[in-house]
Nanobody, 128 residues
């Protein structure tokens, strides 16, 4: 059975850090492109950072470069998102997603919902 389960979300103060994790089952990450997407209330879903499981190639949106780092552990079949220097505008429900191997940029910008597996999401709230 294919399943993606996120963890690590929570409440953090501006400037703080969180590490999100996504564990996959029935879905070998080395053959997939993985990504973290987010959606804030009243806003559209946005790809944040993505990585190819096979070779580790990455893509991230400009607003998180230098602050967020995505990584994949193929042996454990997990993908992580280290988030540092968090800002209030980073508040959102963060989703883990996986799709058959493709370019990380295309996956992050326009994921194909017909072939993408999604987790249930983990809430990240950045507030004083």
């Amino acid at each position: 059975q294919v399943q993606l389960v996120e963890s690590g979300g929570g409440l953090v103060q501006p400037g703080g850090s969180l590490r999100l994790s996504c564990a996959g089952s029935g879905l070998p990450f080395r053959y997939y492109t993985l990504g973290w997407f987010r959606q804030a209330p009243g806003k559209e879903r946005e790809g944040v950072s993505c990585i190819r499981g096979g070779d580790g190639g990455t893509y991230s949106i400009d607003s998180v470069k230098g602050r967020f780092t995505i990584s994949v552990n193929n042996a454990k079949n997990t993908v992580n998102l280290q988030m540092n220097s968090l800002k209030p505008e980073n508040t959102a429900l963060y989703y883990c997603a996986a799709a058959p191997v493709t370019t990380v940029q295309s996956f992050c910008i326009t994921p194909n919902d017909r072939e993408t597996f999604w987790g249930q999401g983990t809430q990240v709230t950045v507030s004083s």
